[in-house]
């Protein structure tokens, strides 16, 4: 078997692997019921003044909460984003403003900033949120909803990603196909194995008695990717949980272009991984998968060999279906977009290898931070 058919064969198991997956995600509850718990949603902003007036408004807005505590952590910024947040608060009592503790040494700052806002809290749910996120009016109460009916601990409604620009277009939608794709989700909900744990910590909501069982986000101090790392301390400590739909409840900006994006990857893909070792395994299973079978069907074509095509171009359109069937479900664009799949496995082995280089280089900085 050639390394091409090999490749076209994976990719046809991992997206029918990506439609069985796809009925099996569960979704927020479109017209939840009015909770009866206090709820605590925590906001950790740095320099976000540029953005994060649509976030406060949309919080400000939710419905269906019996009781609804804002608690918005200023981390050190530099800008007016203090200011904007007294400005949206205005006169109403559910939205305080607390101002960040020093970074202490051992702790990275996003962590620092969830912990302070975790000890603030009152609520018997908590639910992190990031500043680029924008909510419906149920969604706080629809994610409590579900993490209750379902009995997991830990919930994260991966938002709709919007992405402007060639290379947002091509790497943001790879956050939710490859979970779609790869991770078996009812088995990773009840399996303490930290391989099966996935989590987006721009809207991730966890049962506050659990998490404080769990070493809260002292437990993941030192984490970049703290959001993956809380829910692996949650399953040590005996509870479930993982990701779910959110595409109708929240959607989220992560990047403005192609500048921001590469600082954002590169501070964080190294830890994606493992290891360098890891990172090259992942790296290529995916090539095998998804840019070998088309690089070997053009290769094909070009030398008149259309028989020798016919199984590698299936390879590729397997990849391409995948795509987008995770794009129909989660609200991502589908043509041409999904078409260039092997560029979003090729842009992302790019970002993965800036993202070690500066690791190993000792530059990695985030928000003004060094990213030790």
Not at 93 to 119: D, F, I, N, Y
Not at 235 to 254: E, F, H, L, S, Y
Request: with cysteine; aromatic share 6%.
């Amino acid at each position: 078997m050639t390394l091409s058919t090999f490749g076209s064969v994976g990719a046809v198991l991992a997206t029918a692997h990506t439609a069985a997956n796809l009925r099996q995600l569960r979704t927020p509850p479109t017209d939840p019921p009015v909770g009866t718990e206090r709820v605590s949603v925590l906001l950790p902003v740095r320099d976000e003044a540029y953005r994060v007036t649509d976030c406060l408004r949309s919080l400000l807005a939710q419905q269906r909460v019996a009781e609804l505590e804002l608690l918005v952590l200023d981390d050190g910024s530099t800008d007016a984003t203090a200011a904007v947040v007294r400005r949206e608060a205005g006169a109403d009592p559910r939205l305080r403003l607390l101002t960040g503790a020093p970074l202490p040494s051992g702790w990275l700052g996003k962590p620092h900033a969830c912990a302070q806002l975790a000890a603030a809290a009152t609520g018997t749910v908590l639910v992190f949120l990031d500043a680029d996120v924008v909510l419906a009016p149920t969604a706080i109460a629809a994610t409590v909803a579900l993490l209750r009916t379902t009995g997991l601990d830990v919930l994260s409604p991966y938002p709709r990603q919007l992405a402007n620009g060639p290379v947002p277009r091509l790497v943001q939608p790879l956050l939710q196909w490859s979970w779609l794709t790869f991770l078996p989700l009812r088995r990773a909900e009840r399996s303490p194995r930290a391989s099966l744990a996935a989590a987006n910590g721009q809207l991730l909501a966890v049962d506050a008695a659990v998490y404080r069982a769990a070493g809260g986000h002292t437990a993941v101090r030192a984490e970049v990717l703290d959001d993956v790392a809380l829910l692996r301390a949650v399953k040590r400590a005996g509870g479930r949980g993982g990701v779910v739909d959110g595409t109708a409840i929240a959607t989220c900006r992560m990047y403005a272009g192609w500048a921001d994006l590469r600082e954002g990857y590169a501070k964080s893909l190294w830890s994606a991984f493992g290891s360098p070792a890891g990172a090259a395994a992942v790296l290529a299973l995916l090539a095998l998968l998804y840019v070998v079978p088309p690089v070997a069907a053009l290769a094909a074509l070009r030398h008149r060999r259309r028989r020798s095509a016919v199984v590698p171009a299936l390879g590729y359109a397997a990849g391409v279906t995948g795509r987008v069937l995770a794009a129909r479900r989660t609200g991502g664009r589908l043509l041409p977009d999904t078409l260039a799949h092997p560029a979003s496995i090729t842009m992302l082995a790019w970002l993965t290898g800036l993202s070690w280089a500066r690791r190993r280089a000792g530059t990695l900085t985030w928000k003004g931070r060094a990213v030790a």
